[in-house]
């Protein structure tokens, strides 16, 4: 079983900067591909970017590409998400989720088999 574990939420203003982190535990964090989603109210679950187990080859949406970062420390059992020029339709819930073993590297929702809670994300304009 892989427990995950969103820190780093809250609210910013438009522009701002918040680092979510994402702390894994269960099983060996390097064999996970990690990924991070986003949900605001009453839209679907989205993809905003992915990590492979060796931390290379970044995935992003496109709505997130050149303001957003992903990157994981396997020493820590942690990835995190450095969310710069922050903007109110960024406002969600994120969710941070495990593709264990890592073989897909996908981002669809579907190819991840652990979730954590989600934090809330809220940009005010």
């Known amino acids: 079983q892989v427990q995950l574990v969103e820190s780093g939420g809250g609210l910013v203003q438009a522009g701002g900067s918040l680092r979510l982190s994402c702390a894994a535990s269960g099983r060996t964090f390097s064999m996970y591909i990690m990924g991070w989603f986003r949900q605001a109210p009453g839209k679907e679950r989205e993809f905003v970017a992915a990590?492979?187990?060796?931390?290379?080859?970044?995935l992003y949406a496109d709505s997130v590409k050149g303001r957003f970062t992903i990157s994981r420390d396997n020493a820590k059992n942690t990835v995190y998400l450095q969310m710069n020029s922050l903007k109110s339709e960024d406002t969600a819930v994120y969710l941070c989720?495990?593709?264990?073993?890592?073989?897909?590297?996908?981002?669809?929702?579907?190819?991840?088999?652990?979730w954590g809670q989600g934090i809330q994300v809220t940009v005010s304009s």
């Open positions: 990590v492979s187990r060796s931390g290379g080859n970044p």
């Open positions: 989720a495990a593709d264990y073993p890592g073989t897909s590297y996908s981002t669809g929702a579907w190819a991840y088999e652990y």
